[in-house]
């Protein structure tokens, strides 16, 4: 009754091969911030300006969101020390200037319906370092990591 055919079962396999390489490798083909040009995030989201300017002494940090292959995308709300700083789109980039200490970094969707806890990075800052942030992924899960320091 049952007879199974080697080729139809070598195309099954074989589709399969293809779709396991094909979830493996889909998180390869979101660009990343650094193979793209980045905009700088509009004055009018970002809600506290004095900290984007620059100040001689003090810590840069530069916090880099990354582009999505689709369009649309929602807001990041980025924070420090829990106060927000700046509302984010895919693709922008803003740098803000701290003194010296130990800071939480943090973004997480706005508006935020699933209701997600802020990721966040603590770093202690000094002597005027330049610190660089990406942040990624989507309403149902964002992340942010450090990925340069000077």
Not at 23 to 36: N, V
Not at 76 to 84: A, Q
Not at 111 to 136: D, M, V
Request: hydrophobic letters at 35%; proline letters at 8%; a neutral charge.
């Amino acid at each position: 009754l049952c007879r199974t055919y080697p080729q139809e079962m070598m195309m099954i396999k074989t589709f399969l091969i293809c779709m396991a390489a094909f979830a493996a490798l889909s998180g390869c083909m979101m660009p990343r911030a650094s193979d793209t040009s980045l905009r700088d995030v509009p004055v009018s989201r970002i809600h506290i300006k004095e900290m984007t300017v620059s100040t001689a002494g003090q810590n840069q940090i530069t916090v880099e969101r990354d582009p999505q292959l689709l369009p649309g995308g929602s807001l990041f709300e980025f924070s420090i020390n829990y106060v927000p700083l700046a509302d984010m789109l895919p693709g922008e980039t803003f740098s803000a200037w701290l003194p010296d200490g130990t800071y939480t970094f943090s973004i997480k969707p706005n508006p935020n319906p699933q209701n997600l806890a802020p990721r966040k990075i603590n770093l202690t800052l000094q002597k005027g370092e330049k610190h660089t942030l990406r942040a990624s992924g989507t309403d149902f899960g964002t992340k942010l990591e450090e990925i340069g320091a000077k």
